[in-house]
């Protein structure tokens, strides 16, 4: 099993390296910083612009392959993965913005697919009653509506919340409010801040995993298996949670390695309309401000976390199924 | 005969009311299982399906019930809602007692005390009916836990152990923790047994238990539900489709149609003097494995009964040949045979059809048709096909970047045989014996195979370009097994059978011509050449399959498994059709079938394949009654006999195990692993098995035959790969019925 996993480990960490070096080698020969410099006011000569880039390790004249050997060698030796064309160095400003999304996303990716496989399960335990037609037609309606607009909606609903109570309950923006001291009142601030989004990213993340899990599980309900164990004395109820849940459970395990990673990199609305200033909102800001290095750091960071998404997929199913469980 | 089963209501007139009234008073306390006036609608889209129309039968403790009947005759449908399995839209009514308490009403929890303790039940599909996440040991341990919570975690080891040794699988210690996935097929649906014999049942309800399973593997299962039942001392409901899997176990048969009875009584009486004309057909439907005579099959022309609609007369009138005005009048009901303690039949003419009434008259079977190459030996008729050591060997490799090669197998091994004008030949074996591959083999056709292929003087060695392709796709058809997933279901009749012939480049008018020919020729109407397959039924769809091979002219048809995926009473005509056609158009067929009756009936010559090698080949009939090779001996006992007494008496060979995986193959005689003859050899002559790879070798006359003929001894046609064809057989792989548990009535 560890041989396994370590296998498939190197097969990722080959992967991610062959992703960064395209996505580094496409962003050098697209990306010019130095144009957007000679936009400020007064105008910089050409000369003063190569020499401030030179000094930021981001010089102009040389060939996207000698600056890819040199950004490369950086990386390998020193674990440095350079500088901003404003200076700042991306390994500080990476771990802020790592950390950022982390918070904003890992609570709600855990709800988002506890509740929407309960809510599968449940919904198809009573297919077609009521409780099922409400839970699936939400999902469907949470699949249609656009992300920023149902948080926005969500965001209308706290200050709802705020204006009724006439207190602050609910902050809607922002990680945390400055200057408080530690102790209950952060913990509570942080509470108030965290509420939101998270609340908002789950109403709307659930709806896939409960449709695929519904849809597994009805696929299984009446599957000979099930009849089996009702044969030999299992209620309905119980041959479909101990033989059914488990084999409609090894598909929806699969699809989590490709949604984590879509949250995590794509979630550049929540972090903009939250004002979490997180990895997806930087590396939009990146393209934008021809930061070549910005640009492939988060490249490589939704790499590794779709490998992790990957790896973890691969252990949930080698855990459910013994069908694929290796030698 | 009051210690036997009782089939049908000492009065079965009257309302159901009284019916189940009488059934409370007087059905006798001793029955395990007594149903009365069964009845099961569903509501479908068209409107309600009655499914189960009236079922009533009494089982006694230990005895065994058949229940027979066609796709749709409810048969499933009856051990479902005995079990409480059905959905829960279905409407059931009626009354099932299990020694005396009523299951029908239950609770799905309250029916879980009965299910899997007192009654449980093997299922069709082995492959699906297991989990496959959890190990046998948890699945069986599962069934112990339900029913003893207080049961310890090693006494239930213990006793999954020992249910598995039971059912007949090897060191049961280690397989507790196998999974399904690495069993074969036979052996989940022993494990299935297992499961189902845990609890020690009163009643055991087996589903079509064999039917997915090879002839040698339904043999093994057989006698491990018999053993089971030994074992348990339960009272077994056997519902199959198969005449000859019941005759031997069943004490009683019930036959269904259409979802009601229409006869029942000791099997004897229902084998020997059937009462009911449907009963007869089916009986006269199944060739025989054990008679050489050719006589024509008995068809029954038309279609089961819809169950949409509340028959108004007697449901089977429509396809009887003995209709008349008075069958119309209602249905009958399920009456006493006069004269015939315990026999019912659901048919007014009962009474008129005991005795020695012959099947082949009522049911108009056509005259035995005869080909004009019959009377030309075989060695003077044009060989059509002929295969030249065709080999066809997989690699199999492991590694996902780097392949290494760990093995091969040999799927089609060295095989040469070649067929005449006129005849049909066949080959019979278990699933990977390389039958498929041998068919695919011949159809592929190409220059770089492994061995030669002459398709009507065609060789692939000399000319395999696409002409020659053409020229021999025109000398070969091939008819599929499942006709309809084999025919496009947007073409219309028409088109599937115009596209051959447009390939063939006619014109439009002899197409249309042509086609209207076919049509006539399989039996079909003409006129219903712009229906889709869909609105045909299985058997019309499978001779459209037919004819569509037929269009170009071939000289040889491909057949693989034309039958099985079609009822018995259906089958009959499509395999008169084949033997009609045979005779008439010259044709020579190329079959493929599991189904060895089958096979005997309508083939000249017969090759018997084990691992992708011919062991025995030869004459039908000689292959069939004087057996050589021990496999084909295995094969041929495997075969169950529509004959009740046939059946108790004869003596079978059970072969242990599955067919081995071909990477496992033995150097020497690859059936040396499961021969029963090997495994009473002396250990010098089995060394000669083990190393040696015995011949295709023709059968030596007998020393008196020498002796009679006078001059040059003619050659009987057959021949056999084994050293050993007249050892003695290992006894513990023979099997003869005890007489004791089995009286005939």
């Known amino acids: 099993m560890l041989r396994y996993l370590a296998r498939r480990g190197l097969t990722y960490l080959v992967m991610i390296f ?5 996505g580094y080698l496409l962003a050098v020969s697209t990306l010019k910083p130095a144009l957007l410099e000679q936009e400020r006011i007064p105008r910089p000569t050409p000369e003063q612009v190569a020499t401030s880039m030179r000094l930021k390790g981001l010089d102009p004249d040389l060939s996207p392959w000698e600056r890819y050997v040199e950004w490369l060698t950086a990386i390998v030796t020193r674990w440095d993965w350079g500088r901003s064309p404003n200076g700042a160095y991306i390994n500080a400003e990476f771990g802020d913005r790592v950390w950022i999304s982390t918070r904003l996303f890992l609570a709600s990716i855990i709800l988002t697919l506890v509740i929407g496989v309960a809510l599968g399960v449940y919904s198809a335990a009573r297919q077609y009653k009521f409780q099922d037609r409400v839970i699936t037609s939400y999902s469907y309606l949470a699949y249609i509506v656009p992300a920023p607009i149902a948080y926005f909606l969500v965001q209308l609903g706290a200050i709802n919340i705020n204006e009724s109570v006439g207190e602050r309950i609910f902050f809607v923006t922002g990680i945390s409010t400055p200057g408080i001291g530690p102790g209950w009142a952060q913990f509570v601030d942080m509470l108030a801040h965290y509420a939101v989004p998270t609340v908002a990213i789950t109403l709307v993340g659930w709806g896939s995993y409960q449709i695929a899990q519904r849809q597994y599980l009805l696929d299984n309900v009446n599957a000979d298996f099930v009849r089996t164990a009702r044969a030999k004395g299992l209620t309905r109820n119980q041959a479909i949670t101990r033989h059914a849940l488990r084999v409609s459970f090894i598909p929806v395990a699969q699809s989590i390695a490709f949604t984590i990673p879509a949250i995590f990199a794509g979630g550049f609305f929540a972090e903009k309309i939250f004002a979490w200033p997180g990895v997806g909102s930087w590396s939009i800001d990146a393209i934008s401000l021809q930061d070549v290095n910005a640009a492939t750091a988060t490249l490589a960071y939704g790499s590794v976390i779709f490998a992790i998404g990957a790896i973890l997929a691969d252990f949930a199913t080698t855990l459910v199924d013994p069908r694929v469980r290796v030698q | 005969m009051s210690s036997e089963t009782t089939t049908g209501p000492a009065e079965p007139t009257g309302s159901p009311v009284e019916r189940l009234h009488v059934a409370g008073l007087h059905s006798p306390t001793d029955a395990v299982l007594s149903v009365r006036d069964l009845h099961v609608r569903f509501n479908s889209e068209n409107g309600v399906v009655h499914a189960v129309r009236g079922v009533d039968f009494d ?54 005390e009965y299910r899997g303790n007192e009654l449980s039940m093997v299922f069709q599909d082995p492959l699906s009916s297991l989990t496959p996440v959890y190990t046998v040991g948890t699945q069986i341990s599962e069934a112990l836990t339900i029913h003893n919570p207080t049961m310890s975690r090693h006494a239930k080891e213990v006793r999954a152990a020992e249910l598995l040794a039971m059912v007949g699988i090897p060191s049961p210690n280690d397989r507790l923790k196998a999974f399904p996935h690495e069993f074969s097929g036979g052996m989940r649906q022993r494990v299935m047994i297992a499961i189902a014999i845990a609890n020690n049942p009163r009643v055991l309800i087996a589903d079509e238990p064999t039917t997915a399973l090879d002839v040698t ?5 057989l006698e491990v539900l018999h053993t089971a039942q030994e074992e348990t001392g339960a009272a077994v409901v056997m519902i199959t489709h198969d005449l000859g899997v019941v005759a031997g176990m069943a004490d009683d048969i019930m036959v269904m149609y259409g979802g009601k009875p229409v006869e029942t009584g000791p099997v004897d009486e229902i084998y020997y003097n059937p009462r009911m004309p449907y009963t007869m057909g089916l009986l006269g439907a199944v060739p025989r494995v054990d008679a050489a005579e050719k006589s024509s099959l008995v068809p029954i022309e038309g279609m089961p009964p819809n169950l949409l609609h509340e028959p108004t007369a007697c449901s089977f009138a429509p396809r009887c040949p003995l209709a008349s005005e008075a069958c119309l009048a209602g249905e009958p009901a399920l009456a006493p045979v006069p004269g015939v303690p315990r026999h019912h039949a659901a048919c007014i003419k009962s009474e008129a059809l005991g005795g020695d009434v012959d099947v082949l008259d009522i049911f108009a079977a056509p005259p035995v048709p005869a080909s004009r190459f019959d009377a030309i030996p075989r060695d003077e008729r044009a060989t059509v096909l002929q295969l030249k050591d065709i080999r066809k060997h997989f690699p199999l490799t492991k590694g996902s970047l780097l392949k290494r090669r760990i093995g091969t197998v040999k799927a089609v091994d060295g095989l040469s045989f070649d067929i005449r004008e006129g005849e049909c030949f066949s080959i019979v074996g278990e699933s990977g014996s390389g039958k498929t591959t041998t068919l695919l083999e011949i159809m592929e056709f190409h220059k770089d195979q492994d061995g030669e292929v002459v398709i009507g003087g065609i060789s692939n060695k000399q000319a395999a370009d696409s002409r020659a392709r053409n020229a021999m796709r025109r000398e070969l058809q091939m008819v599929f097994q499942d006709p309809t997933g084999a025919l496009d279901p947007r073409f219309t009749v028409y088109e599937v059978l115009a596209e051959p012939l447009q390939n063939a480049g006619m014109d439009r008018q002899a197409i249309r011509k042509r086609i209207m020919e076919l049509m006539k020729l399989v039996g079909l109407q003409p006129d219903h050449v712009n229906r889709f397959p869909n609105q045909f039924s299985g058997g019309q769809r499978q001779r459209i399959g037919i004819a569509r091979a037929l269009a170009v002219n071939p000289k040889l048809v491909v057949l693989d498994e034309p039958v099985s995926a079609l009822d018995v009473s259906v089958q009959a005509g499509v395999i008169n059709l084949l033997d009609k056609l045979r005779a008439e158009l010259g044709l020579s067929y190329l079959l493929v079938a599991h189904d060895l009756s089958v096979v005997r009936h309508i083939s000249n010559r017969v090759a018997v394949m084990y691992l992708g090698k011919i062991v025995e080949i030869g004459e039908v009939d000689r292959v069939f009654d004087q057996p050589r090779h021990p496999y084909t001996r295995a094969l041929l006992s495997a075969i169950p006999v529509p004959d009740p007494q046939v059946e108790r008496t004869r003596e079978r060979i059970i072969l242990k195990g599955d067919l081995p995986s071909p990477l496992d193959a033995p150097k020497g005689c690859n059936f040396a692993t499961r021969c029963p003859v090997y495994a009473a050899l002396p250990p010098a002559k089995q060394e000669k098995c083990r190393t040696l790879e015995p011949p295709l070798e023709a059968v030596a006359p007998s020393a008196a035959a020498r002796a009679l003929e006078a001059g040059p001894v003619s050659v009987p046609d057959q021949r056999f790969a084994c050293f050993f064809p007249d050892g003695e057989l290992e006894e513990d792989m023979l099997v003869v019925q005890d007489q004791a548990d089995h009286h005939a009535p």
């Open chain 1, 18 to 22: 062959l992703t960064t070096s395209a």
């Open chain 2, 59 to 112: 089982l006694m403790p230990g005895k065994t019930l058949g229940i027979v009947g066609e796709s749709g005759s409810g048969k499933s449908v009856t051990s479902l809602a005995i079990m409480g399995l059905l959905p829960g839209t279905a409407d059931i009514s009626g009354s099932v007692r299990l020694r005396g308490r009523e299951l029908l009403g239950l609770s799905d929890k309250a029916m879980c």
């Open chain 2, 217 to 221: 593997i339904q043999a093994q299962v």
